[in-house]
């Protein structure tokens, strides 16, 4: 690779500063270093200019949800229905672990985290066996994909080696690596995080896809016949993955995308809310919602926007590969971010002190023909750990777990 190349495309995005360290390289270190720099997305960096930009009013309007009641009513023919997919191989599950423990003050993939107490239980342990209480039922094995980052895809997969991919066939998981996206300060400088390596951090979940193509695990699915992807996130200890129910529900009442959905706790709860926006469906955050939308009533005295996503979501494939090419909004987030100072040496900052550029998963919904939100009951479905106390915690999840008759 010619350096001129590497001083070209520093130039156009004024990076320059990112050689600083250049003649400290062996020339192997070089070669890595500049073919980092050619793959990485710069033209990320023009989004900072429009993190200001005003937003246009926005034609929000509430979406009618499959609540429990109308689910039990027709339970068994959405669970057969279901259960059919799944034998005939129709069904995948995704599962979004590309995300560090740091924030419950554990330096590796949150999917390694034990929440048991007295004795070890394992977040990516648990999952599997929700996975395979639906797997034994139906007595056929769903393919599992499971997306890394390039910081923890080495470990991940070593700990399912080690663990003996915790009882599930090695022939039906997969592992993939979700795209980077490079940080910078707040002048856009990009920071590099080795004196040989830019600063670079998962893109957000909303790559998923395709990452999970680039990866040929779209051939891989198409191969064995998977029509729908299930896809979901670490962190809820709770979950249902391929639950037949859902699955069923959203093919039988002819939707191309679904999402799982939990009452809101109050109309201020900090959750996404499953709206329609311009007549498709769209995932609303709370911060982006009026006081006047969020306390909205219908005649009944129910909240207009009365559910809230948990991510966990059904996509038919043929819909996801209509979209692979379409972009996404990129989210302009503020981090704390490692980085390499004017001496060489590694900071840990303390405060946020740069950006980070990640797509969002919920971006894709607003890109469905329609999305079917399917209630599911919070203390049944529902426990993320996102904190080590408090709310959405440790704690919190343990207890939940607790009341469903899981062993801790």
């Avoid at 048991?116 to 239980?121: A, Q, R, S, V």
């Avoid at 890394?148 to 599930?168: L, M, P, R």
């Avoid at 962190?235 to 799982?260: C, H, T, W």
């Avoid at 079917?372 to 996102?386: D, G, H, N, S």
Wanted: proline residues 3%.
């Amino acid at each position: 690779m010619k350096r001129e190349q590497i001083i070209e495309k520093l130039a156009l995005y004024g990076q320059e500063h990112l050689l600083r360290y250049e003649d400290e390289l062996s020339e192997k270190e070089k070669e890595a270093f500049y073919q980092q720099i050619m793959d990485t997305d710069f033209d990320l960096l023009k989004k900072l200019g429009q993190k200001e930009e005003e937003k246009k009013e926005r034609n929000i309007e509430g979406l009618d949800c499959l609540e429990a009641d109308a689910i039990k009513a027709k339970e068994d023919i959405y669970r057969n229905k279901g259960l059919d997919a799944i034998r005939n191989g129709k069904v995948g599950a995704v599962l979004l672990a590309g995300g560090q423990g740091t924030r419950l003050g554990f330096d590796h993939s949150k999917g390694m985290f034990n929440v048991g107490i007295n004795k070890t239980l394992y977040i990516f342990e648990q999952l599997i066996r929700n996975l395979m209480d639906v797997t034994d039922v139906a007595k056929a094995y769903v393919p599992f994909y499971i997306m890394c980052s390039d910081k923890n895809v080495d470990e991940i997969t070593a700990f399912f080696k080690e663990h003996d991919n915790f009882g599930y066939p090695g022939d039906y998981i997969s592992f993939f690596v979700q795209e980077m996206a490079p940080s910078c300060d707040y002048n856009g400088k990009i920071y590099l995080e080795e004196k040989g390596k830019l600063s670079l951090s998962p893109n957000g979940n909303g790559g998923w896809f395709s990452s999970f193509a680039k990866a040929g695990l779209l051939d891989d699915a198409k191969g064995r016949g998977v029509e729908w992807l299930n896809v979901f996130a670490i962190d809820n200890v709770l979950q249902r993955i391929a639950d037949p129910v859902f699955v069923g529900a959203v093919i039988e009442e002819d939707y191309v995308s679904g999402g799982k959905v939990v009452r809101k706790a109050n109309e201020n709860e900090r959750v996404g809310n499953l709206c329609l926006e311009d007549g498709k469906p769209q995932i609303v955050e709370y911060y982006e919602m009026t006081p006047e939308l969020l306390s909205m009533r219908k005649p009944n005295g129910d909240l207009v926007f009365n559910f809230g996503v948990i991510l966990n979501y059904l996509f038919r494939i043929d819909k996801l590969v209509d979209i692979i090419n379409t972009e996404i909004p990129v989210h302009v987030v503020e981090k704390k971010i490692p980085y390499l100072d004017d001496k060489g040496e590694l900071v840990k900052p303390e405060k946020i002190n740069g950006y980070k550029f990640e797509t969002l998963v919920l971006d894709m919904v607003h890109l469905m023909d329609d999305c079917l939100p399917y209630e599911v009951i919070r203390e049944k479905e529902f426990a993320p750990i996102k904190n080590p106390t408090g709310v959405d915690s440790v704690e919190s999840a343990r207890e939940l777990m607790k009341l469903n008759g899981i062993e801790l």
